[in-house]
């Protein structure tokens, strides 16, 4: 009877704190969720937040490679146009089979004063600004191909022969190997610029769909 009577007590006990058993294990789960996610939230709000600032850095370089780009067509397209038409002029005025002395009587009257004009400062002036250019943008390479176009450029104008000596087939060869190859360096520092600037949109972009996609 003893035993039957404390077997019902225990029955009472456990259905006594059955409830709270289940209340503090509920809350001990709720707990350990609520921990867990708050950690899960913190590491997403971290990575947000990194996102957020690579997005930033990138789009300061879009803004500054952008302007770079306005700022070198701004000094080399007046620099670029003049050694173009310097060139077409001159090859223009020695392709014909002519004597010295009248080829030279061209050059002094259609090309000397432009080539007087297109001074060695003046183009070194550009060199300096691509230069300070390159050196905001941080990018060596392109620092190389401005330094190489100024070389380029100033090897092919000293082909420019007011004597009147230099002239026919073989002479035109020379001309326009060395004026394609200051075209390709002219179109490669743009070329090179440009793809900063690609660059540094995607990067933009990317980290921008990332952020939402988050």
């Avoid at 490669?188 to 988050?214: E, K, M, P």
């Amino acid at each position: 009877m003893a035993s039957v009577e404390q077997s019902i007590s225990f029955v009472e006990i456990i259905n006594a704190i059955g409830p709270y058993v289940v209340a503090v294990a509920g809350m001990a789960f709720g707990y350990f969720q609520s921990k867990k996610v708050a950690e899960i939230t913190k590491e997403k709000d971290l990575q947000i937040a990194s996102i957020q600032q690579d997005s930033i850095l990138a789009m300061e370089q879009f803004k500054k490679s952008n302007v770079a780009l306005l700022k070198l067509q701004e000094i080399y397209s007046p620099m670029f146009a003049k050694v173009e038409s310097l060139f077409h002029t001159y090859r223009g005025l020695v392709s014909d089979k002519k004597s010295s002395s009248a080829i030279q009587a061209d050059l002094e009257k259609f090309l000397v004063d432009d080539y007087i004009s297109f001074s060695v400062e003046s183009r070194k002036a550009v060199l300096a600004e691509a230069i300070v250019i390159c050196q905001v943008l941080q990018d060596h390479k392109a620092y190389e191909i401005a330094a190489n176009l100024d070389n380029k450029i100033t090897e092919a104008l000293s082909l420019i022969d007011f004597t009147g000596k230099s002239s026919g087939s073989e002479h035109m060869v020379v001309l326009k190997k060395l004026q394609r190859e200051y075209r390709l360096l002219y179109v490669s520092l743009f070329h090179r610029v440009s793809n900063l600037n690609s660059a540094a949109n995607n990067s933009s972009n990317a980290d921008a769909a990332s952020c939402t996609g988050s």
